[in-house]
């Protein structure tokens, strides 16, 4: 039997509106790649947010056709932080987002890490370490930065040891508060006991959000930012740990 033209049509039309929508995803992807591609290029040794620079060695691109995995070598974030500059240092840093849907990033970091920083009384410290695992995720909406998560696993490092350390930052539905999260599992501070706390937690919330959107949508630098936070009668209000010291380094 014959097939008409009409049947026909019907026979192919599937395949040939699979066979385009194929080649639109993969001009859409390659599109992207190279857009991110020349933008990832461009920033290297320079800012990437108001007093924020990024550095690498080296960096490649893929994740076809629903993801954009970049990978970066040597990878290197310094500028200034709330107290003094800070400077972070991985091996390799990977980041991962989708195509489609919200705006929401994947981070992972392997291999030697090295951070510097200044706390609340403007004094320098240094922590050198490797972790099991360090994995991170960020949610951008319109207002910025609105969830933030990080979580590291058998991190050994010069002196200190942690089974777990984890944070977590959460913007509330109306704006006015960012909720905070800080926990450290099996903690030994090396050479001093006195520090080795073995589980802490910490919990509090961070008041008048608003004026912190400039800085979580990277329009602002950290130290501004911060300013004009505390300007506004910002606080950040929690039960008092040693973590609480710690994370006072970021404001």
Known sequence: MRLNYTSRFW????LILL???AVFVMGSWWTASQALDKKLTAANH???MPGITLSYGGKSI???PFRMDVV???LKLEGAGAHGPFVWTTEKFALHSLTY??????FEAAGEQSLSWHDASGNAHAARFLPGTLHASAVIDGKGLSRFDLDMHAAAGDDFDAARMQLHLRRDPDGSDLDMVASADQ????GNPAFSVGNLRWSGTVSEAAALMP???GQTTWPDGIAAWKAKGGMVRGNATPAQSLLSALY
Do not use: T
Request: aromatic residues 14%; proline residues 3%.
């Open 46 to 48: 320079h800012e990437i």
């Open 187 to 190: 903690f030994e501070k090396k």
């Open 62 to 64: 893929s994740g076809f």
């Open 101 to 106: 849907g919200r705006r929401q990033d994947i």
């Open 19 to 21: 066979a385009g929508l």
């Open 215 to 217: 800085l979580l949508a």
């Open 11 to 14: 026979l192919y039309a599937p």
């Open 72 to 74: 970066f070598d040597n």
